[in-house]
């Protein structure tokens, strides 16, 4: 059964960092692009940011590019989303999902973790 | 950037009725897009890709149909389970993918 478990989300200053951890199991990691997308609560669905199974190539939303770092390690089967510079706007459920595709780049989320939920306010 | 409008915003029916939710892109995006359905609570799960292909374990209920830039998502006889937010999602312009702003689908 694939588990995505995300972790992290806490209550921060703007112009704070955070880093955000996602621990995968059941498949495969080395296999799959994974994502983040965030949610404002209550609110609609927002692509965030994309690694590649090998960790060679990142992609970001403009929202959150130049603050944002999305990085894995393949040997712990974990996720780490790096934040930075954040701003209220960046309030958010966060969830680390699975591409649908092994070995490509489908952008479409076939697995989801429950979410973790990050904060900034003064 | 391609723009995404779902219909209705909220749907009121029954159980045993048929629902069709729409999803309309400002400018084509072939077949490449997706509906998900999100529950209070819980995130995301995905029903459809490529605009009319069943996920794993979704139910043949639900089905997808449309290309280029109007697309559609059928319930064919709702269940207690099926009442829940529903949002569409393309991939034609990656990696600037973008969802809709989600129908609401609840008991009448």
């Known amino acids: ?122 | 950037e391609i723009v995404l409008t779902q219909s209705p915003a909220t749907l009121s029916l029954s159980p045993g009725e048929r629902a069709t939710l729409s999803c309309r892109a400002s400018q084509s995006v072939g077949s490449y897009l997706a509906w998900y359905q999100q529950k209070p609570g819980q995130a995301p799960r995905l029903l459809i890709y490529d605009a009319s292909y069943r996920a794993t374990g979704i139910p043949a209920r639900f089905s997808g149909s449309g290309s280029g830039t109007d697309f559609t998502l059928t319930i064919s006889s709702l269940e207690p389970e099926d009442f829940a937010v529903y949002y569409c999602q393309q991939r034609s312009n990656w990696p600037r993918d973008t969802f809709g702003q989600g129908t609401k689908l609840e008991i009448k």
């Not at chain 1, 983040?36 to 990142?58: A, C, F, H």
């Not at chain 1, 999305?70 to 699975?98: G, V």
């Not at chain 1, 591409?99 to 003064?122: C, I, K, M, N, P």
Request: aromatic content about 12%; charged content about 20%.
């Open chain 1, 1 to 122: 059964e694939v588990q995505l478990v995300e972790s992290g989300g806490v209550v921060v200053q703007p112009g704070g960092s955070l880093r955000l951890s996602c621990a995968a199991s059941g498949f495969t990691f080395d296999d799959y692009t994974m994502h983040w997308v965030r949610q404002v609560p209550g609110k609609g669905l927002e692509w965030v940011s994309l690694i590649t199974w090998d960790g060679r190539n990142t992609k970001y939303a403009d929202s959150v590019k130049g603050r944002f770092t999305l990085s894995r390690d393949n040997s712990k089967n974990s996720l780490y989303l790096q934040m930075n510079s954040l701003r209220i706007e960046d309030t958010a459920f966060y969830y680390c999902a699975k591409d649908l595709a092994r070995l490509e780049v489908a952008t479409y989320f076939d697995h989801w973790g429950q979410g973790t939920l990050v904060t900034v306010s003064s």
